[in-house]
């Protein structure tokens, strides 16, 4: 069942657009091809039998050259030849149809490919702008920040402008991660335990910190891919199940292989999520409402769009169960393909 859908989904968008139009065009000319065929062949049928009857009412004599026989003769090999043209003609439109498809599917997603492209560089553009004004911000406000002279109230000020800035430099590093992400290397093969290991080495001293257990039970399996972006995928993942698990909670993270598909599953014993939330939480900027309402939890409601973009261009994709109370189980699929 994966093996076409996957081949599909690797293949470039016009190309699926245009085996869409040759699959239409394909059925339009087979149809036609079969109803021209019944047509023929009923014709001549009809056309040797009165041929045969024109012939029968000269005389016996001409009779015994108008035998039936040779009219099944010419029919068959009519058929033949009727059978031998259509096979060319189909063969003439699909290779035709073929090129022309993929001409006018290049030319029909062009102006898509140019929004989303300028959209995407807008986006780059912007955060890259914003980057150098925050970072300008930091530096200030941590340099006035050690000004001996600065009373408590100026202090605190400073301190909450300083969490402000740096949750600015975080949206705008994750809106210029979003933005450049399109395309991936995945020419190398990955070892999802080396990712998981990198990502559960990141996080081991907030979780000890928050007296969260993380177990990692990822065998060696190995995926083609980028590695950089599978641990931002991993790291992702566990930094919102660290976020949303309470003390003393433990973060299960495993793998498992079903055919050509390999599978990594982070999951935790938090808060959950609500089953209307569960939908939207890979669309940017959502956040569930329990955490938005509460705003203890830091984010933008970006890392999961992040992660699922990740996911997508390596040809899988990632899905949650959750249990509002109970805990989140959040499976990435990957694609195993030669490696
Ligand atoms: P954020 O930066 O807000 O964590 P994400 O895109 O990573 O953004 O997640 C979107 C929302 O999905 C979060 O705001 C949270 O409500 C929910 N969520 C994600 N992971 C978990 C989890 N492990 N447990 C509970 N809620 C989660």
Known sequence: MDKPQHFWRSRSPATRLAAGYVLILMFISLVFSGWLYRLSVNELADGLRHEYARIKSFGSDLVVLADPEPSVDVLKEAKQHLVVELVYFNSVILVLGSVVSYRLAKRTLRPIEEALESQSRFTADASHELRTPLTAMQTE?????????????????????????????????NLLRLANKNDLNLGRSVSLLQVTREACNRYAKPAKANRIKITNKVSDLQVPGDYDSLVELAVTLLDNALKYSP??????????????????????????????????????????????????????????????KIASLHGGEITVKSTPGKGSTFTVKLPLGSV
């Open 247 to 308: 003390a003393g909670s433990t973060i299960t993270i495993s793998s498992s292989r079903h055919g050509k598909q390999a599978y990594l599953v982070v999951a935790d014993q938090g808060q959950g999520i609500r089953v209307a939330d569960q939908p939207h939480i890979f669309d940017r900027f959502y956040r569930a409402d329990s955490s938005r309402s509460k705003d203890t939890t830091e984010g933008h409601g970006l890392g999961l769009s992040i992660a699922q």
């Open 141 to 173: 406000i941590e340099v006035a920040l050690r000004d001996p002279s600065l009373n408590k109230p100026a202090k605190k000020l400073l301190n909450s402008n300083l969490e402000e800035v740096a949750k600015l430099k975080a949206l705008s590093d």
